[in-house]
């Protein structure tokens, strides 16, 4: 629809023009120029291309895209989205700190956070025919006893337990929407653990468990007020059509990881076991304290942007935490120190890593069986390269190594790279390199750096 489409209908039929069709004219003009505005990117937000810097709603919609550039001359934030029953929370990256890495590294992925309007964690569960009339089960750990009210949905009374699990059965096949209210002393999370003395091992517990009911019926989750943890979501069948986490959430562990988007609050600093493994699109917020092992393995989000973190990022415990994921696009900020044990383990599709000033060492298999890799650029502050970290990258074809001293290499550090691939080192360091134990077997191969 056109401006000269729009005139040629009047012209034409001036003395009977439809005055319903010609608004639906101009309703369709103004759409489809809604985004020559001075939004800055946020134009049609369902089908926006994303670009370096992406504002993600709840649900995964793209609100407001831009390139680096374009984002460091705005002088604030895009406007927050709205929703009936939330309250948003604003980004989970405050302006300053966004500017501040997008400056650095040129990338970043922000979310929305919110809160539900009355404060109740909403439950949206569907129960099929096949499971009507069997108990299903909410698990959960409350600090006060009876400090949970509980709306089944289904116009039952409220109900509380002094526990941590409470059961109800449904007459009928359809949607219900199951509603949890603390108290303002009680502390709650979903979800919850339990010590197992003839394993010596602590066994977790879905938020949905039943006979016959399983997380899979479970579609959307709205977290309210007092949620401290999220730890009950493992079902592999499950998938979120919705999930929304409050600032005041600290920690996330097996949960939220069959989401389409997962958007971690300010407050949330702490990643956990399996949280957000199937997630398309992953936010992670301006400050994480921690990475677990496996914490994020096969995830789907094709960039992450690893905000700037303390050591324990490059510590010992946390292996793994991207293997097999899909991630194609990833930054490893300066503060993480070091990139874990099997950190990118067989991420076979990712093509671009930015590995900042700061970085010391690559630890063993790091970056084994990336087969889409084609370059890898190290800092000069990089000074060890672990066992096999690099082994079946076999289309890796430029490597630059910055460090004027012979960073180390550990043992089948390049196994499978092609014999085309060409090591760049600092100038005045070619002969050394060419000459130390490790890159002695590559000396063939090392090239200065182009000026």
């Not at 199937?278 to 496996?294: A, R």
Request: with cysteine.
């Amino acid at each position: 629809m056109n401006k000269e489409k729009i005139l040629e209908y009047v012209t034409k039929t001036p003395e009977n023009t439809n005055r319903n069709v010609l608004n639906g004219m101009i309703e369709s003009l103004l759409k489809e120029n809604s985004g020559d505005g001075g939004d800055g990117g946020q134009t049609d937000n369902k089908k926006l291309e994303r670009k370096e810097v992406n504002f993600y709603d709840y649900d995964g919609t793209v609100v407001a895209s831009y390139s680096a550039n374009d984002f460091l001359q705005l002088s604030e934030m895009p406007k927050n989205p709205t929703h009936e029953g939330l309250i948003s929370q604003g980004w989970n990256w405050s302006y300053e700190s966004a500017i501040d890495y997008v400056s650095k590294y040129g990338l970043l992925e922000v979310g929305q956070s919110y809160i539900t309007d009355n404060g109740a964690t909403k439950l949206v569960i569907n129960i099929p025919k096949e499971v009507i009339k069997r108990d299903i089960t909410l698990c959960f750990t409350q600090s006060v006893e009876n400090g949970v009210s509980i709306d089944w949905g289904d116009g039952s009374d409220l109900e509380t337990t002094t526990g941590n699990r409470i059961s109800h059965t449904y007459k009928d096949s359809k949607k219900y929407i199951i509603s949890l209210l603390p108290q303002d002393d009680c502390i709650l999370q979903l979800g919850y653990e339990e010590y197992d003395e003839d394993s010596d091992s602590i066994d977790n517990y879905d938020i949905i468990k039943s006979d016959g009911i399983y997380p899979s019926h479970l579609k959307e989750i709205f977290i309210g007020k007092n949620v401290k943890v999220l730890s009950g979501i493992s079902d592999s069948n499950t998938f979120l059509d919705a999930l929304t986490i409050p600032l005041g959430v600290q920690r996330v562990d097996t949960f939220g990881q069959y989401s389409e988007a997962l958007i971690l609050p300010k407050t949330c600093t702490d990643i956990l076991y399996y949280s957000g493994i199937s997630s398309n699109i992953i936010s992670f917020p301006e400050k994480v304290n921690s990475f677990q092992h496996d914490s994020l393995r096969s995830l789907k989000a094709n960039i992450v942007t690893i905000p700037e973190t303390d050591a324990s990022f490059g510590q010992q415990s946390t292996y793994s935490i991207f293997q097999n994921s899909l991630v194609k696009k990833v930054i490893i900020p300066s503060s993480a120190g070091s990139v874990p044990y099997r950190c990118f383990y067989n991420c076979k599709y990712l093509i671009n890593v930015i590995i900042s000033e700061g970085v010391v060492s690559l630890d063993e298999g790091s970056f084994y069986n990336c087969s889409s890799l084609t370059r890898i650029e190290l800092p000069s502050s990089c000074n060890s390269i672990g066992k096999s970290c690099f082994s079946g990258c076999y289309n890796l074809l430029e490597f630059y190594v910055k460090s004027p001293t012979p960073t180390y290499l550990g043992p089948n550090c390049f196994d499978g790279i092609p014999s085309t691939c060409v090591f760049y080192v600092p100038q005045e360091s070619v002969e050394t390199y060419k000459t130390t134990y490790g890159w002695l077997n590559y000396s063939d191969r090392i090239q200065p750096i182009p000026q």
